[in-house]
């Protein structure tokens, strides 16, 4: 049996920025960018955040301590700070995603290290080497499961793997050794919760079990850093975090190629603030309706192709896809979020002001979502098939790879555009880019400060 839990946790525990690839450390600072500007952003307008600071207090997790809540100008607890920056920068489904794992890395890592930095004095060294941690493990455990399995299951990866991927950010800040480590990683492995559930009604549950896997996360690093016993072979035992989130799980492709082969550098960026699996069928609208100069009105029938795990998630049932009335149904809408690109050739964070639009409906009802088998069994399932009928004839497209994947990772002009769209209008614009030319150096820094005091948007 692979030693999966020693192995990760030994890596974890002893991972140093001086022994990782010089581009490695650029792609983290800047994930970590991008990161900051979606949790910014969700604290400031997703419809779920003011319930999220309310529990904090009615908790008693309000107290105040010295960890930022990116976009905030109060400091909080880590625990309380940990939950908040995950949830808030989950919130806007436009945070980063490793396509084979079908996760979010960021979003449960960034937060558990940046409270573990805030309350040790870390360097900036040790927070990038920490995150890149973190990565690893989350984006590891995402293929040891198999996407498609864990989310038949009814799973959500970015929160069951993400606890451990905060537990190794957490438990390196911490200067937990191998031994405590693992420990660590025994008792993420009894946190590690999320469901697809979500998926019914629209609900928040998947911004706030993502912002609990970063809490969960720093907690299960703070008990084995004061000595608490963790389970032993929390990932691959029998009873373990493979075998019980997974049919048919491979121990093996968690630790394959560690150190030398960086899933880091496979994390992508997502251009739409939706499900990931809506962007590569929007790339080839947006593209087609621009080539072929398509009205609304020419469009007569559109049927998009996804990967199975893309049914799941944005097509079934499409009855009820095609009436997007919440935000979370919409980002996990491929017919509301193909409607927008059609109509306008576009699509952005601000669109979700049109659901309900009785002209998008009547697009949706002219788009269907359909399984394509051609997009199984590739490197990452995130691929889509278009085939638009209308009135001067019938155009049709593949799209591999949606934009922003790692092959065509944006360039530092794009993601300040990005960032500048998201922060600017929490802190300013003069404030987003200074903090972001802070960033793009953080593993050269004494010490991290994302701190961010929000301006008058009155």
Known sequence: MTEATRILATYAARIALADIPPQVVARAERLILDFVGNAARGGAEADSSPSLRALVEKAGLGTPGPCTVIGEARTYGPAAAALLNGAFGHSLDFDDTHAASSLHPSAPVIPAALAAAEITGASGADFVAAVIAGYEVCCRLGLALDPTRHYARGFHPTATAGTFGAAAAAGRLLGLDAEAMASAFGVAGSQAAGSLQFLA?????????????????????????????????????????????????????????????????????????????????LDGLIALKAEKDLAPADIERVEIGLHRNGITLTGDPLHAKRRARTVVDGQFSMPFTAAVALDQGSFGWDDYRRLGDPQLDALCDRIDVVADPRLENRAHPFGATLRLTTARGIFERMIADPSGEPDAFPDDAALARKFNTLAGPVVGVPQAEALAAAILKLSRADKVALSTRPHDRA
């Open 201 to 281: 009604n629209g609900a928040w549950n998947k911004r706030y079990q993502v912002g609990a896997a970063a809490m969960n996360g720093l907690i299960a690093a703070f008990l084995a850093q004061e000595g608490f016993h963790g389970s032993s072979e929390a990932i691959e035992g029998e009873h373990g975090f493979l075998k019980g989130y997974s049919d048919g799980a491979d121990p093996a492709a968690a630790v394959d190629g560690l150190g030398t082969r960086y899933e880091t550098l496979h994390i992508g960026l997502k251009p739409y603030p939706s499900c990931r699996y809506t962007h590569a069928a």
